[in-house]
């Protein structure tokens, strides 16, 4: 708790679907062809956000 | 009106599918969420010359270039060359997926199946435990089809298994996350598909240049995601195209991002009343994360069981099972192998794979076996031999 969920830029997002694939809690969907985190769900485990290969999912950002 | 058969998804898999299931007369539905079969493009493009002997296309529209091998560079730049026989799996043709995707989606309803697009399914329709068809969403209208098999042919980020309780979550080292530009105003010298390796270039996974023209190509990257950071894919595809001389005056016509499983193929892929076919059931070559053929092999083969189910009214795991033999005898022991092998060249640092590489740039391979490469190497290299043991097992038997 208290950690920030993951959060999906609706602009940046080319819905390839990588992030759905991988989150252990099937907490993403694609909704209207872009990636939507169900919050309930999501345990802010970052796998998503590393895994984007275009950086629409908030969280660090590599340099 | 309740169907035979609803497909989810309009890829390769789903309309194959579709297609063979109708041919036999079954009442079929593919249902898309897209507005359009085929777009946005998710694809590198490259597919095998195998497809020319099924005969399951008819038009050559699809075809953007005709290749006559590919070139592997190792992270030093040494290049390994296979000619086009050698290179056999999965460069042959580099194609347009979006037509190439419409014409199979034209052929399925040719032969009868019935097309819904902007039609998304939201969950599995169930009588207890029971799979009845699919729940959908139609823009703000929501409503039920029902169907006594539902086929799930929804892509890497598939929901239908989840939702029949199959786990198809991928774990970050068996994806490949991806970017790729299509790139214009540059010079394709000559029609070969170039794979480029390295830690530095593309940390487990490659940098391919597929071209579709003289002066138009496909260059994408896959790095395996659990190597990845927030947008590193698309940050190594610019600094690989920024530092090479023949791509930094290419100008992008396309960009997309994409994600490939490179994983062993779901176990279990028939339930009850349910399939699952192409990447939705990781038939993807681990290796090169190559699926297309998958999806017209494993489709065919899922379409003719529905027809046979439906002819006999039987829907139960074990009359659709005939699907998951026959995909598992076509080329489940080609991915198991190549996974092994993916794992294996991801323990080698840049330094084998420049060694590699070296032993192997003159060497005139009749064909490019698994088995023939490992001697040819082991010969070389004695000490691989412990590393590689494991796969000239299993080789001998593919
Ligand atoms: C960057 C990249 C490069 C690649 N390069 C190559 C290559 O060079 N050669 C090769 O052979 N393979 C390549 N692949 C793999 C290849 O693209 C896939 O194997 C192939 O597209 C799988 O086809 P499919 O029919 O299983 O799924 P897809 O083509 O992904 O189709 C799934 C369809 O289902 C729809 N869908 C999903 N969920 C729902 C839902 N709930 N309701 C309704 N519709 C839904 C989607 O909109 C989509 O149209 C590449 C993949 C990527 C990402
Ligand atoms: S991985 Fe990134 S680009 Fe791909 S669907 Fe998820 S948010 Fe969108
Ligand atoms: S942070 Fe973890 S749990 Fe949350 S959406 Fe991303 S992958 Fe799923």
């Not at chain 2, 290749?67 to 580099?94: F, H, K, W």
């Not at chain 2, 659990?226 to 190594?236: D, N, R, T, W, Y």
Request: net charge neutral.
């Amino acid at each position: 708790m208290g950690m920030p969920k993951a959060m999906v830029d609706r602009k940046k997002c080319l819905s390839c679907g990588g992030c759905i694939s991988v989150c252990p809690q099937d907490a993403l969907s694609m909704e209207g062809m872009k990636a939507l985190v169900e919050d309930d769900k999501c345990i802010s485990c970052a796998i998503c956000i590393r895994i984007c290969p275009v950086g629409a999912i908030s969280g660090e950002v590599y340099s | 009106m309740k169907y035979d058969c609803v497909v989810v998804g309009s890829g390769p898999a789903g309309s194959i599918t579709a297609r063979f299931a109708a041919k036999t007369g079954a009442k079929v539905l593919i249902i898309e969420r897209r507005q359009e079969v085929g777009v946005p493009v998710l694809c590198g493009e490259g597919i095998s010359k195998k497809i020319d002997e099924w005969n399951m296309l008819e038009s050559r529209r699809w075809i953007a270039g005709d290749m006559e091998g590919a070139r592997i560079y190792s992270p030093d730049r040494t290049c390994v060359t296979l000619s086009a026989e050698q290179a056999g799996n999965e460069t042959g043709y580099v194609v347009y997926r979006d037509i190439f995707d419409q014409e199979l989606a034209r052929l399925a309803a040719r032969d009868g199946a019935k097309i819904m697009m902007n039609t998304q399914a939201t969950d599995l329709l169930k009588d207890k435990d029971k799979i009845k068809g699919v729940k959908v969403k139609h823009f703000d209208e929501e409503f039920e089809i029902e169907a006594d098999i539902v086929v799930g042919a929804d892509g890497v980020e598939s929901k239908i298994g989840k939702w029949a309780g199959i786990n198809t979550t991928l774990k970050p080292k068996d994806l490949e996350t991806c970017a790729q530009y299509t790139l214009t105003n540059i010079d394709c010298k000559d029609a070969y598909c170039d794979f480029y390796l390295g830690k530095q270039i593309a940390p487990g996974g490659y940098v391919w240049v597929f071209p579709k023209g003289k002066d138009v190509a496909n260059v994408g990257i896959g790095i395996l995601a659990s190597l990845s950071e927030s947008g590193m894919a698309k940050k190594l595809l610019d600094n690989f195209i920024a530092n090479e001389p023949r791509l930094q005056k290419g100008e992008p016509i396309r960009f997309l991002a994409g994600a490939v499983p490179v994983t062993n193929p779901v176990e279990t892929t028939v339930q009850d009343n349910l399939l699952l076919v192409g990447d939705a059931a990781r038939h993807v070559d681990p290796i090169t994360g190559g699926g297309l053929t998958h999806c017209l092999e494993g489709g065919k083969i899922a379409g003719e069981t529905i027809g046979m189910a439906v002819e006999k009214q039987q829907f139960d795991q074990e009359t659709l099972s005939v699907y998951e033999t026959g995909w598992k005898e076509a080329f489940a022991k080609k991915i198991k192998r190549n996974y092994m092998v993916k794992e294996i060249l991801l323990d080698m640092d840049d330094k084998t794979l420049n060694m590699l590489a070296d032993s192997l740039k003159d060497v005139k391979f009749d064909e490019i076996s698994t088995l023939g490469l490992i001697k040819a190497l082991v010969l070389k290299h004695p000490t691989l031999l412990m590393r590689l043991r494991p796969l000239m097992k299993v080789s001998k038997e593919v």
